[in-house]
């Protein structure tokens, strides 16, 4: 009787968790279009281990379009729709969402300081709503500035255009000016903080005198990714970009922590929550996979030759 009741009892609590649907809400500060692969990826993600969207799994998006002072409102949308934990997709829209609530689990998929940023106590011990992914790596800026001195051996002067605002754009910039200064090249940083200060950075840049620039991560540039791709190839200038959607859209290369892979992990963080872990209590990942693409038509349009070592190392060639 005893293990009839039991059963009866699984049975029961398993009809009623496969009836349940969850409801994940995702919060970006670019626009639908940037984040549509890497959401795709964590779709997938769910996928594998048993969410169907329509069935047990619905997914509430939010995008700022660049405009960080509206993510506030966002989050705050997600909330009434009583999700059950928010993806943010950087630190911008992480903000929003801490700012926002305190209880209400929050996954990052991508975060470049989250310690600094007040978001986690520590990568091992989350200790709020909040835990996912890091993408801080000191070393990427040392990689990206090697391969682009690899492509460019007598490069010596490089503009960086970044946003002081941003999370780990400060450390950042540090580390690639250290980089740039093992071999005697100087950097340039000009600011990027709003669509109005676009016609000025890229005035600067033209003017400058710089012989390659590197994007760094900012929703605001992301929103202007087209605009400042033209930019590039029109200047003949080579550009080291932040994820490959950058390189898709006519950048000349990239090299990062792999956004697609970060959301799939991200996918893993958003499961065992609703499976009833403590984000308080899931560690930080940081990241282990990076990816390394190169446009050759654009190397072409802007009458550039790759190096075969550097194109050897590429993970990914658009041809």
Request: hydrophobic share 40%; glycine share 8%; charged share 25%.
């Amino acid at each position: 009787m005893l293990w009839a009741a039991l059963y009866a009892y699984c049975s029961a609590a398993d009809a009623q968790q496969s009836g349940k649907t969850y409801r994940v809400g995702f919060l970006f500060a670019g626009r639908a279009s940037v984040a549509a692969g890497r959401l795709k990826a964590f779709r997938e993600a769910l996928y594998e281990r048993g969410y169907v969207e329509g069935k047990n799994l619905a997914i509430e998006a939010r995008y700022g379009d660049g405009k960080s002072d509206h993510m506030h409102a966002l989050a705050a949308e997600l909330l009434h729709h009583n999700v059950d934990v928010i993806l943010t997709g950087g630190p911008t829209d992480t903000r929003a969402a801490k700012e926002t609530t305190n209880t209400t689990p929050i996954v990052m998929a991508q975060d470049s300081e989250p310690v600094g940023s007040g978001f986690v106590a520590s990568l091992a011990r989350p200790g709020g709503n909040i835990t996912g992914l890091s993408t801080l790596s000191p070393e990427i800026s040392g990689k990206q500035v090697e391969l682009l001195r690899e492509t460019l051996p007598k490069l010596s002067r490089l503009a960086v255009l970044g946003n002081a605002t941003e999370p780990g754009n400060e450390q950042t910039v540090r580390e690639t000016r250290m980089a740039l200064g093992a071999f005697g090249a100087q950097l340039v940083y000009i600011e990027l903080r709003g669509r109005e200060d676009l016609a000025n950075a890229l005035s600067e840049i033209k003017h400058g005198d710089s012989r390659a620039v590197i994007v760094l991560r900012n929703p605001i540039a992301s929103t202007l990714r087209m605009q400042i791709v033209d930019f590039m190839t029109k200047s003949r200038l080579p550009g080291m970009y932040v994820s490959p959607e950058w390189v898709e859209s006519g950048g000349l290369m990239s090299y990062a922590s792999e956004l697609r892979d970060a959301y799939r992990r991200a996918a893993i963080y958003v499961d065992r929550i609703l499976k009833g872990a403590n984000p308080a209590e899931l560690p930080v990942e940081q990241p282990t996979k990076f990816e390394f693409v190169i446009n050759l038509k654009t190397a072409k349009q802007i009458g550039l030759r790759i190096p075969p070592n550097v194109l050897a190392r590429a993970d990914h060639v658009i041809k």
